[in-house]
């Protein structure tokens, strides 16, 4: 069987507690992963600053070239897997297999990866906005006539991280080239990614000391979140609950994404069906980026049916499908549970289900949660407001006035609308994390603009700097 | 001796172990309230029905409710009336903690323990420090009374590990840093003034916050006995290999209820698997199908903990434990079952705090 070791900066090593993760499809394992116990992560982490050393010793110029090649070979290359080796195909497969995630949407994710390792200077330049990057070399610099200084505040990045896409690990690569050591603990069902990212890095050059890989329990993950000066935690709300008061923990729970028309008089709704469906649907619906919401001023019913009528094509298909677009749940029971959740929330008046038919599906030996339109015509619906990892939307129409307040915290919304009043309003409140004006899927990502917060910023502290 | 004839002649010495016990609790003259009371319902006597370990069924399942909230002198065996009794709760994860009575129980059970322990690890006249739960547990007294039976003195570090537990539920991290740092400091304080101790007492979290501030070896610790939460084999080898090599490094396994079980002598072909073994006959562990705790699962197999005590001061017969292991064969240092790899049962362990100190 398949072995993940844990990796004790850039050391590979087998534990003796394994958890197999089994095939979605057949039951049998697939992978044997190794765990970190929480002690073994506490004692690694006091020789962190020697890592943060090794990697500080090469220059950002340098790092980002090893960031390119290791986007070349993250996405083509065969790389080692404790012994054996992992082909591109093989990865997609194994990913597939144990996340449930269509080969072709894990396949889009690979180059996802790669396209942020590759274009990783415009990445930094959207972070950074704009900063020599030599700066970090040197500590200090000199742009545009004024002096600048930023000094680095963590000796590594923590990263647990979630198993729903493996996009998402996009987000803590370029930690890389900002000279800061990772330390990531893996989703149980999605070890794959960080690995092989971690293997590209280091078949690129990087130095193998910034990149430890823990594998590990919920203490395990305490641990990296307690000890790492920065870390990301992606998780639902009892899992972040205890760190959303701790700054330096940066908090990814329910993205709440959604797409907000109001046009007046108008009725060109139905011109942005498609991009409504691409928000909610693509890459399965999984992703944080992906609209949760459509909050309309008027038409919400229409919208609603078309809408219901436009994703109930998207049906499922076996995972090896080509147009395969809706993933398979890992746990079965999960999908049931959500879906008689989503049932029961149905039989609170104000909303209603205009998706019909079965919503819990078999096929090819897997379990798929169908895409679901709920029309609500109460905003404090239960199900108004709410974020499931399958393609799941609630229309909800409300008063133009009560729009940005009923909402709530969104990560990315897309507001279609001429009213100067209403953007005036989205663009102040700080309840959305990035704001797109226009026709503008919430999958889109710009690579220049920082996406669920800012990498650099978290990482790194502008301070006062002369120089007598 | 070989082995089998050894495990025959141990499931003899139980058999008339448990006669004796019977026959103690149950008596008008000697035994406890409860279970004098509990016999009143029976429609047979235990002291005339119950001829060995086997016939114990006939007393059902001990439940742990009995030994939740008071009187709790209806467990003192009217023999031991004028003694001085002592009461120890267990952890208390689970609610209303349970408690039980004792008088010498923890002195015997941990006199029998130290002469498992080498004198090179544990050197008679070498000084103690328990860092571990205190409180209303047994530990610390029993730890204590180790300590002197061995000559030595034993120094102590307050931990309430409720509150421990408390941090833990509501995601109170910084306090419990805090808390553990406090703890640990105070632990140092002893190690770094007092050279004659020798041997310590700590949990396996305990362990590893203080291997992070101290050299153990180089203080002058020479065994240590580790226990009070679950340990698994990848943790035993993470101690032995990289938290204190060169230690005498023993895991234990007790409980209020139990006593304390010793660990199989480490033999590297058990590849760090931790094997307990009950002190025979005055403790029983026997691994049962979860869904049938009739059955008795087979050598390898996993199943769920049933423990019965039988000492004069606490007769508890096949009382269902919420922990899990796989079965081990007899040894020829202790031939009776043992229990590898113990662990909470694995449909408690989202729903309880567990072994946080």
Redesign the interface.
Known sequence: MIHIPILRAGRSYR???TVRVPHIKTGEPLVEVS?A????I??DL?DIPLQKEVLGQRSVAELLSICKKAARLFATATLPLDGTLQSPTDYIQQVSGTTGMPEALCEQNLFKIQGVLENIDTVLDGLTRGLDLGVLDTGWGVQNGRTLSYVCETDSLGAVLPSNSPGVHSLWVPAIPLKVPLVLKPGREEPWTPYRVAQAFIAAGAPTEAFSFYPTDYAGA?EI??RCGRAMLFGGGSTV???VNTPRVEIHGPGRSKIIIHEGEQSNWKQYIDLIVESVAKNGGRSCINASGVWVTTYGREIAEALAEHLARIEPKPLDHPEAGIAAWANPKSAHGISSLIDRHLKEPGATELTTGDRVVELDGCTFLRPTVIWCDDAEHPLANIEFPFPFVSVVEVPPTQLVEAMGATLVATAITEDTALTRDLIATPLIDRLNVGAIPTNQISWDSPHEGNLFEHLYRQRAFQLG | MNLSRKINESRKALDAHVREIVKWHFSPRTGCPFWLEFAKNLDFDPRKEIGGYADLKCLGHFEDEWLRGGPVRRWVPKAYANEPIYVFETGGSTGVPKSRISIRDFHIDYELFSESLSDEGFPTGSDWLMLGPTGPRRLRLAVEHLAQHRGGICFHVDLDPRWVNQLVRYGKNEELDAYKNHVISQALNVLRAHENVQCLFTTPKLLEALCEKISLPKVGIKGIFCGGTEMDAQFHRFAREELVPGIDFIPTYGNTLMGLAACKPFDPADNYAIIYYPPHPRAIIELVNPENPEELVDYGETGRVMLTTLTKEFFMPRFLERDEAERAEPIPEYPWDGVENLRLLTELQESVVVGVY
């Not at chain 1, 116990?37 to 073994?40: F, K, S, T, V, Y």
């Open positions: 534990s003796l507690n765990q116990n929480r002690g073994l506490a004692k006091v305490n979140l307690v609950a205890p760190w």
